[in-house]
Every structure is written in structure tokens, then in C-alpha cells.
């Protein structure tokens, strides 16, 4: 005999929409599938479905994981890196700040001497 599928599933609902009662109708179809050797181990649509989302959901916590793992490690040495801009930005006002008071003093001390010059021009 051919191996071929019964649906199991597709048969009780014929029979309980021919007005046989739920339990009888699957009693009827596992009496069918024994007698004619069908394969009980096909899968149904629904079950499949249900595997695949399955994977689907395990596949993509699996990612996530991963995702995270990867990042949470560059994560951390960018949190790294802006911390060590923050000093570095901070150091250069420093600098910048001092500079400025430089250049001030230094323009102050040149204004001076222009005006010595110019009071010995004068004379």
C-alpha cells in the first residue's frame, strides 16, 4: 500500500460538521488510520506552524544575545573612549584658558612698550 497522509484532523472535522459527536468522530478516524496503516507521525499545519514560531523566537534570542554580547564589549570601550575625550576636552581649556591670559598679558606689555616708544618719539 502507498504511503500515503490522512488527515486525521480534516476527517474528524468532516465527521463533526456531519453532526457526529467529537469524541466519536476521533475514535472513527484513529479506527481509519489503524486499519488502512496511515502514518501517525505527519505532522499537522498547526503543528508545524507552532515549531517554526518556535524557532523563529529561539533564533532570534539567540541573535540578541549575541548582539549584545558583541556590543556590550565595544560598549564598554567607547564608554572608555568618551571618557578619556572628556578629560582631554577639559585639559584643553585648561590650556586655552591659560593662553588667554597670555596672550592678554603679553598684549598689555606690547601696548606698554608702544607707548614708551612713542613718548621718546616724542621728545
Request: no cysteine; net charge negative.
Amino acid at each position: 500500500m502507498a504511503d500515503t497522509a490522512f488527515d486525521t484532523h480534516r476527517a474528524v472535522k468532516t465527521l463533526q460538521a456531519a453532526g457526529i459527536a467529537t469524541f466519536q468522530a476521533e475514535a472513527v478516524v484513529d479506527a481509519i488510520a489503524n486499519a488502512n496503516g496511515a502514518r501517525q507521525d505527519y505532522a499537522t499545519k498547526e503543528q508545524i506552524a507552532v515549531v517554526e514560531k518556535a524557532l523563529e523566537e529561539t533564533a532570534t534570542k539567540d541573535d540578541l544575545a549575541a548582539v549584545e554580547k558583541a556590543l556590550g564589549g565595544r560598549l564598554d570601550d567607547l564608554k572608555t573612549d568618551v571618557a578619556a575625550l572628556k578629560t582631554d576636552v577639559e585639559t584643553l581649556k585648561s590650556e586655552m584658558g591659560a593662553l588667554k591670559i597670555s596672550i592678554e598679558t603679553t598684549g598689555k606689555s606690547l601696548n606698554t612698550r608702544i607707548d614708551d616708544v612713542a613718548n621718546l618719539s616724542s621728545r
